[in-house]
């Protein structure tokens, strides 16, 4: 699985974004997807994942409220719709897929879960 993050972009704090993660190749071995986010000087954590059938979301407590992922099963892409944003979620956004339940179900918000990733897309909000 091939996975390709795009919107990258600089906005004002209280803008909106959305970033959007094209999968290719065996797309139907994914289980879940998700995004994770790096800022600079810190680890990757968690931002949200999707179980790919039921459309079932997770999210960070930070985010909640605030993001939304989504998925379209017949693009193989995978969506993050940002809003309200605020300077800390500037960070390099990654998406990533998890091909099975045994370790996407128990670990979706951990990298270990995931078995596939895309480069990253910048995200800056500024002040």
């Known amino acids: 699985v091939q996975l390709q993050a795009s919107g990258r972009g600089l906005v004002q704090a209280g803008g909106s974004l959305r970033l959007s993660c094209a999968a290719s190749?065996?797309?139907?071995?994914?289980?879940?997807m998700g995004w994770f986010r790096q800022a600079p000087g810190k680890e990757r954590e968690f931002v949200a994942a999707?179980?790919?059938?039921?459309?079932?979301?997770y999210y960070t407590d930070s985010v909640k409220g605030r993001f939304s992922i989504s998925r379209d099963n017949a693009k193989n892409t995978l969506y993050l719709q940002m809003n309200t944003l605020k300077p800390e979620d500037t960070a390099v956004y990654y998406c990533?897929?998890?091909?099975?339940?045994?370790?996407?179900?128990?670990?979706?918000?951990?990298?270990?879960?995931?078995?596939?990733w895309g480069q990253g897309t910048q995200v800056t909000v500024s002040s």
């Open positions: 190749g065996r797309t139907g071995v994914t289980f879940g």
């Open positions: 990533a897929a998890g091909i099975t339940y045994n370790n996407f179900g128990r670990y979706y918000n951990r990298i270990s879960g995931y078995d596939y």
């Open positions: 999707i179980i790919m059938s039921s459309g079932t979301p």
